[in-house]
């Protein structure tokens, strides 16, 4: 069974309620941005590992959780990364590290670009970079709106076993519990976005230590993309989780860690 977080809390940062959960307490601090459909609970397995050495601040972005949403609230990459950076500031986090996955390493690198001096280093873990004039992005976006549609509806585990197979029914049980509070035009907002906001352009900008983990069997990142990552940012530190999908703590929690080593406490 998981201990759980310390706590959870809202603050007021950029203009909205911001919402997270904490774990551990100790050690460097670190924001855990989950991807487009997983409110900051979902994470909570990877946080509590995590936790025995940093502290941890799992976040719900806007219009996912209990983070603020609705129809008036802009739900494009700049704003959840500017999200990111109000949050530190008002938490007065010094210099915490940044680890996003999917959709959540790429408000890593935007909130990097935007405020270069306000983090320490950053892990992009298996994002999509299927800008403009690139290959679509692999999931298709029905996959995710017909299961958050089901989720408002009411789903349980089993439910949702076809639209996670490979999870366990803890997992598909916390999702199924969770994802309705997926606001479906945040989502669909940031999918879109996938495509129409590069983020390569903002790579150059991670001026700070910074690692890309790839999942073997994701389909997101390929060889030419890591390629277009060490030249644009040549230090960059490319590690390999090569029997895990994109979901990649979920696919081999152990290999995840594993990958990420002691890059966070370096």
């Not at 936790?51 to 990459?77: E, F, M, N, Q």
């Not at 950053?122 to 958050?148: C, F, Q, T």
């Not at 969770?178 to 989502?187: R, V």
């Not at 906001?197 to 900008?205: K, L, M, N």
Request: glycine share 10%; proline share 6%.
């Amino acid at each position: 069974m998981m201990a759980g977080p310390l706590h959870g809390a809202n603050v007021f940062a950029n203009g909205i309620r911001q919402h997270y959960l904490r774990y551990g307490g100790k050690g460097r601090a670190v924001i855990l941005i989950p991807g487009i459909t997983s409110p900051a609970i979902t994470w909570g397995f990877v946080a509590e590992r995590l936790a025995k050495d940093h502290d941890v601040y799992v976040i719900d972005a806007r219009g996912r959780g209990l983070s603020s949403t609705g129809p008036d609230l802009d739900y494009g990459l700049d704003a959840m990364a500017a999200d990111v950076v109000e949050l530190a500031k008002v938490l007065k986090l010094e210099k915490p590290a940044l680890l996003g996955h999917s959709m959540g390493a790429r408000v890593a690198v935007r909130a990097v670009a935007g405020d270069k001096s306000a983090f320490s280093r950053a892990v992009l873990v298996d994002p999509p970079v299927s800008g403009p004039g690139r290959r679509p992005y692999p999931s298709k976006l029905e996959w995710y709106v017909d299961s958050i549609r089901l989720a408002v509806k009411g789903i349980d585990a089993e439910g949702m076993r076809a639209f996670c197979p490979t999870w366990t029914d803890e997992q598909r049980a916390l999702r199924a519990e969770w994802l309705h509070t997926c606001f479906e035009p945040a989502i669909v907002t940031a999918f879109e976005d996938f495509h129409k906001d590069d983020i390569f352009p903002s790579v150059p900008s991670l001026s700070l230590p910074a690692m890309l983990m790839v999942a073997g069997r994701g389909g997101v990142i390929t060889q030419q993309d890591v390629d277009e990552f060490r030249a644009l940012k040549p230090d960059i530190e490319v590690v390999r989780v090569e029997n895990a999908g994109h979901m990649i703590p979920w696919d081999d929690f152990d290999g995840f860690f594993d990958a990420l080593g002691n890059f966070l406490v370096r």
